[in-house]
């Protein structure tokens, strides 16, 4: 039985060896800092920059759910979704279709790193810190790197590309849609067209438009479109969506040599991803909480757009009878708004503003004309 | 005055050209995915694997943060408590010493592409997956490279290094500690200096062992070592520490060419991460939401040590006097254990598991104790 002096004694007798031991640890090591053991801190702030932007409630809960495996079934009906989400938001059919475990320069780089060999001849559209910084990457892949230059402010006509394009006749031409170190959105129509003329691919970097301007990948002829995540998609950063043409993805898979990064190797990207027909292999942890993000940012985008713009739907108050609220408007207010049709009979109202009606000054009088309604019309209790 | 008639004549008017134009654009366009509007599917997993691991709830919290800018003061305090933080886990005070936006791969790739330039001199060990991948990207820059294997299962000895560093004449040598595709830890003593002996750097990729196994980054003279944020950290996965020794440093600035990435070119990363000296400027948007959960990694790594594992520091449950429950546990378990000293005297009790009483059987025996304890002894209403 252990008595209590026994207790006492080992303490006493453990203590200075563990003390001198300390001591001996803490003259060779390093301490831990104590500006750890202060809180996390972390302003809110309304970031009306060229983003990041703020993230909405749901895509700050997407950021806690507990993480999962980065190859279970789950995560990989993630990135399948994350993959038709960009699809959407890009406008393209392409299967290579992905998001890069990195931020847009790091999908500029997978872009560049891919699809360009040493010796290509490129041409980069240079018209503020994008292009700089796209010639950068593609010299030091050791491509020929022609410039065609506009002041910041101005954006390129087809005329400027065609006179590049056939004095340097290169594999890839770079362009920036949204310039954001100058606030210029660079008109994309004919430019594909025009590039594939010359037997050069279109890449297009879009990490300060997308979602924002129109962008439409296929149609406009684009072989390579990226962007990132923290902008328009209003997810954190750290993922950046990137999407490769039929004609990008011929040029990539028929290299001779391997692209510099094994970490954005699309080859490796495209079995992660699920794009080559083959079981998926590991290749890297990606960003599970980011992916968490990114989808939620992608949905979120994808409900926006199927709410048709020109009419609004409004679910019924609880209480309310929806024929009286209708019969009011019309009476007291000479205004039509309908209830619903179909499976949201009853359960909605429909409110169109289009055309002519399409005002600021016709939604407010709805707006003025439903909360007097709601004032007189007939309330059940709850 | 608007009439009900005229907005009807209106919706009708315009409704078939709406129809049309929608037709119209549906077969020109890419729809939203019915899969994203399903709701995100996150199971909850018990991750027993090799990582990632799971997620506390304070590192969940710190996810689900609203982001800053990623050039805001707080951003930048945040991320040189993160630096503060990896110094202590690699046991070094190294001052370029950073997390690199991308998984432990990522910073695989920034090791190699930063210190080794075309034509140098590399002997990669492998023992596994990890030396293989090393291996490749080493080849990707054009280097020379050896390869030291083991089979899987086993560790190096130094004499196999000293073999291998004297028969190839390297200027780097890369080893896996935590082989997390076998099973086994490297030992690291005494490589450091036999490595400088031959005028060799030390790359250690510890992603798999980092605050598992013990590593002293100074002590063990190792050169550059980069771990991964979503194994013992328990951070999502999307950051990766890496540091760098001075021996690293000059070779990597004093090099004739430019690392293959911009993304991960230390010349740019070291200025972001404030450890050149100079004002920051942007490079790329960090994964702000990653910071803040590596940073309470970090935090959480740094607490913990600073908790005694050899004394149990326990509040003294509200509505008690301590010093009744000490004298009860005396009189009747013939159990001692303490109250607090200076600051924490009145607030705590002060369990030792030390030496020979640092077993299981004592810790359920002081946790019986303690429960009779607060069953008998007089307690206040609170």
Not at 311 to 316: G, H
Request: proline letters at 8%; one cysteine or more; glycine letters at 10%.
């Amino acid at each position: 039985m252990h008595g209590p002096m026994k207790g006492i004694s080992v303490t006493l007798r453990f203590t200075p060896h563990l003390i001198a031991a300390v001591r001996t640890m803490s003259s060779t090591t390093v301490p831990p800092s104590p500006a750890l053991l202060q809180p996390l801190n972390v302003p809110y702030r309304l970031l009306l920059g060229p983003g990041p932007s703020n993230v909405p409630p749901r895509i700050q809960a997407a950021g806690a759910q507990q993480v999962i495996g980065h190859m279970h079934p789950e995560m990989f009906q993630i990135m399948d979704d994350i993959k038709k989400g960009i699809q959407y938001a890009f406008q393209t059919q392409n299967p290579l279709t992905i998001a890069v475990s990195g931020s847009g320069h790091c999908a500029m780089e997978t872009a560049l790193f891919n699809v360009v060999e040493k010796g290509d001849v490129v041409l980069i559209g240079v018209k503020g810190i994008w292009g700089e910084r796209a010639a950068d990457i593609a010299e030091r892949i050791g491509a020929e790197v022609h410039l065609l230059t506009k002041p910041p402010g101005e954006a390129f006509t087809l005329k400027d590309v065609e006179k590049g394009l056939s004095e340097h006749k290169p594999s890839l031409f770079f362009i920036t849609h949204g310039e954001s170190s100058s606030g210029v959105v660079q008109p994309l129509d004919g430019f594909g067209e025009l590039c594939h003329r010359y037997n050069c691919l279109l890449l297009v970097d879009s990490v300060a438009s997308l979602g924002g301007a129109p962008i439409f990948m296929d149609k406009q002829g684009i072989d390579i479109l990226y962007s990132g995540s923290q902008k328009v998609l209003n997810a954190p950063p750290g993922t950046a969506p990137i999407s490769f043409s039929e004609a990008a993805s011929k040029k990539m898979f028929s290299r001779k040599t391997k692209p510099p990064s094994l970490y954005v190797d699309m080859s490796w990207l495209a079995n992660y991803w699920g794009c080559d027909g083959k079981p998926r292999t590991y290749h890297h942890t990606g960003p599970i909480t980011n992916f968490f993000t990114l989808r939620e940012g992608l949905a979120i985008l994808a409900e926006k757009e199927l709410r048709l713009p020109t009419v609004t739907t409004v679910s019924v108050p609880v209480g309310y009878e929806w024929k009286d609220i209708i019969t009011y408007l019309m009476k007291n207010h000479s205004i039509e708004i309908t209830g619903g049709l179909g499976p949201s009979a009853g359960k909605v109202f429909r409110i169109g503003l289009m055309g002519y009606n399409s005002t600021q000054a016709n939604v407010d009088r709805v707006l003025d004309a439903l909360r007097d309604a709601l004032k007189h019309c007939p309330k059940s209790k709850i």
